[in-house]
């Protein structure tokens, strides 16, 4: 191989500054083409009753659904929340929502599992689960627990009808007589007509593992984050922030403050050593491990907590 030659330094060149577009030319305020009252509602401001142990408190829910009686809504709970990987109480939200209603019959309920949905893969751990079977729709992320590439976002709807808003016909598309003749028509499937075939890589996924192939990577991570937990417990430099309930691991050095904290990520990052994630709980500044690679080894995670005691200031 021959030696790396210097590179030759760059040439300096000024950058010309962009001329600022002409400032636009005022003009004499338009009638809104349709009568007012055509025009789409402002959507209402979402609503977020307090949750002061990271899950949605069902009676919280049930004091907001009374405070907005008669309006359309929609209760969206979340199972696996993005920091601590909570569960919010599916079922709990799922009995207040059945007991209130809407102008159009009862409040929808709306789960967003994109962290937790795949545990229904797993025998041991779907029970986390129970009262997802209620929602009315069910959004999914096969990019963190189904180890798809992005894009693997899924919404699953319990009645097909749901979907009608995305339905459209364009005569060069789907026109309907090729459509009556059975030719296929993807338009009702998705918001976006030219697209890649996303959800081959899942079917192929979920033709080669199966639902049992999945479960058990989904098992895999789920011991990976208690080991690791036990590991921060066994540690006197380390605090557990609290047992893991999916495969996020939340953790800090005791007596670190929040930049402290801040810097020792940054430090093991820009070292090429850990990718640790960041995450406030209880107004501190936690590092967050998420555990999403089953072929991780207990060594792996002696590893990581060693690079963090490491590099914690003493
Ligand atoms: C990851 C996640 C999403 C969606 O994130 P994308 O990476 O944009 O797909 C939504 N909700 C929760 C709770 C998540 O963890």
């Known amino acids: 191989m021959n030696a790396p030659q210097p590179r030759p330094a760059p040439a300096t060149r000024a950058i010309p500054t962009p001329t600022p577009p002409p400032p636009h030319p005022r003009r004499r305020q338009r009638p809104p083409l349709l009568p007012a009252r055509h025009l789409a509602p402002r959507p209402p401001r979402p609503r977020g009753p307090p949750h002061p ?3 949605l408190d069902p009676t919280a829910v049930h004091h907001a659904l009374t405070d907005l009686a008669g309006q359309p809504v929609l209760v969206a709970a979340t199972a696996g929340t993005t920091d601590a990987g909570l569960v919010d109480p599916l079922p709990g ?17 709306h789960v967003d599992a994109a962290y937790a949905g795949p545990l229904l893969f797993s025998a041991t751990h779907r029970g986390l689960l129970a009262g997802l079977d209620r929602a009315r729709t069910v959004t999914l992320d096969l990019h963190k627990l189904g180890w ?37 028509d993807l338009l009702g499937r998705s918001l976006r007509t030219t697209r890649r075939p996303d959800v081959l890589k899942t079917a192929v996924t979920l033709r080669a593992l199966g639902r049992t192939g999945l479960g058990a990577l989904v098992d895999t991570c789920m011991t990976l984050a208690q080991d690791l937990a036990d590991l921060v417990e066994k540690s006197p430099h380390l605090e557990l922030h609290a047992r ?18 801040a810097a020792i990520r940054r430090t093991l990052l820009t070292e090429g050593r850990a990718v640790l994630g960041r995450a406030t709980a209880d107004g501190r500044l936690w590092l967050k491990a998420t555990l999403l690679n089953p072929h991780t080894t207990l060594d792996d995670l002696i590893q990581l907590i060693t690079l963090v005691e490491g590099s914690t200031p003493r």
């Open 244 to 261: 893991p309930t999916l495969t996020t691991v939340l953790f800090r050095p005791y007596d670190a403050d929040a930049p402290t904290v």
């Open 148 to 184: 798809q590439p992005a894009a693997a976002g899924l919404l699953a709807v319990r009645d097909l009808a749901d979907l009608a808003v995305l339905g459209h016909t364009a005569d060069y598309l789907n026109a309907d007589d090729d459509t009556d003749a059975g030719l296929p």
């Open 93 to 109: 939200i799922a009995d207040r929502c059945a007991a209130h209603t809407t102008p159009t019959g009862p409040v929808d309920f």
């Open 53 to 55: 142990r990271g899950t």
